[in-house]
C-alpha cells in the first residue's frame, strides 16, 4: 500500500483513503445518459450505421473535478499498484474534464517488455522526469537464447512482468465493481502485449534483419512461440477481469482500447512489420497476426510510420475491423484509405490534417479526435 503520506509532484496522496475520494469524484461526475448516449455512437460508427463524414463525437458539456487531481509519473506509477490506478484514473478525469468523446478506460500500464519479460528480457527505466514507459533490452546469447527459449516452450506466464499485470488487472477491477457508474462505464482494456513480430524483434535484437536470410525456420517457430504465449497470456487476462456486470463482460464484439472502441477483441502492434517488405509481411508477419485475430475473436492493427507498403496486405486479414496510424504524413493516404475505409475498416484515432488534406469519401469510417 501507499505509505501514510507519499509527495510526487509536490501534491500529498494518503493511501487508500486519497484513490476513494478519487473514486468518489469520478462516480459522481459521470452522467449515465451522457456516457450511454457516447457509447451508442462509437458502437454506431464501429458496426458501419455512420454513412458519411468524419466521427468526432463529444460529451455535450463538460464535468469539471471536484478536487484537485494528483499528476503520478510513469516511474512511479511503475512501483505501486496505487500509484498505478491513480495514474490512470486521471486520464478519466481529464477525459470528463474536458468534455471529449473518449471512452473512460484504463489499463495496467507496463509498457512494451510485458511479453518480453516472460522470455527474460531484461526491463529498464527511463529517466523519471521524461515520464515515459519502459522498454527492455533483447536477449544476451543471440539465436542459442532463442533456442534455448524454444526447447524451454511457453514461459510462466507470471514471470518478468507477468505477476504484477494480473495483480493490478484484478485490482482494479476490485476497485470498479465497488460503485456502480464506474463499474459500467470505465473500461479496464487489455496490457500491451505488442505484436508477435515485434516481440520477436525486442528479444532478437537488431541481427534479426541479417537472420532473416539464413535463419528463416528458426525465426517462424519463435514467432510461433511468441504468438502461442500471448495467446494463453489473454486467455489469463480474460479470466482474471471477467465479471457479470459492466462492458468488460463483453467477450467478442466489441473492444476498447485508447479510449476509442472497435469491433473485436485486440489491438495487435505492427511497428517493426513497416521494415518488411510486402512478400516478408506475408510470409513473417501475417499467418502469426492471422492466428492471433481467429483465436482471439479478432480486432485492430496499429503501426507507427510509414505502412502505406503493406495496408493491402493488412487489409485483407480476416476479423480484422480497424486500423490505427499514428503518422500519417508519412503514408500515401489515398492508398490508405483504399484498403481501410473502402473494404469496411474503420481508422481510428487519426490526425485530423490527414482528413482536412483529402477530398475523396471516407464512408463514415474515420474517426479523428
Known sequence: ??????????????????????????????????????????????????????????????????????????????????????????MCSKSLAEGSGALLAVRCNYGTAILPSLFGAEVFLMDREIDTLPACRPLEGGTDAVKRLLDQGVPDLEAGQGEIVFRVGEYFGQLLRESPKLAEYVYLYHPDLQGPMNVCEMLWGSSLYVDFYDQSDLIKDFLSLITETYIRFLRRWDQIVRRDKGKMSWPQRYAVHWSMLHRGRIMVRNDAATNFSPAMYD??????????????????????????????????????????ITQPALNNMETIFRHTVDRAINLIGLEKEAVEQSSRPLRGRVHCW
Open 1 to 90: 500500500m501507499i505509505s501514510p503520506v507519499r509527495r510526487f509532484n509536490k501534491i500529498v496522496v494518503q493511501g487508500d483513503e486519497m484513490i476513494q475520494a478519487l473514486l468518489e469524484d469520478l462516480e459522481q461526475r459521470i452522467d449515465p445518459q451522457v456516457e450511454q448516449e457516447l457509447l451508442e455512437q462509437w458502437k454506431a460508427f464501429a458496426d458501419g450505421r455512420i454513412r458519411d463524414g468524419v466521427f468526432s463525437p463529444k460529451r455535450p458539456r463538460p464535468a469539471p473535478p471536484t478536487l484537485e487531481w494528483p499528476h503520478v509519473l510513469v516511474n512511479d506509477a511503475l512501483q505501486e499498484p496505487e500509484l498505478m490506478v491513480v495514474q490512470q484514473l486521471e
Open 283 to 324: 510470409e513473417f508477419v501475417r499467418p502469426y497476426d492471422q492466428r492471433l485475430l481467429d483465436e482471439l475473436g479478432g480486432g485492430a492493427i496499429h503501426f507507427c510510420g510509414r505502412g502505406d507498403h503493406l495496408i493491402e496486405k493488412i487489409g485483407e486479414l480476416k476479423g480484422l475491423h480497424a486500423v490505427n
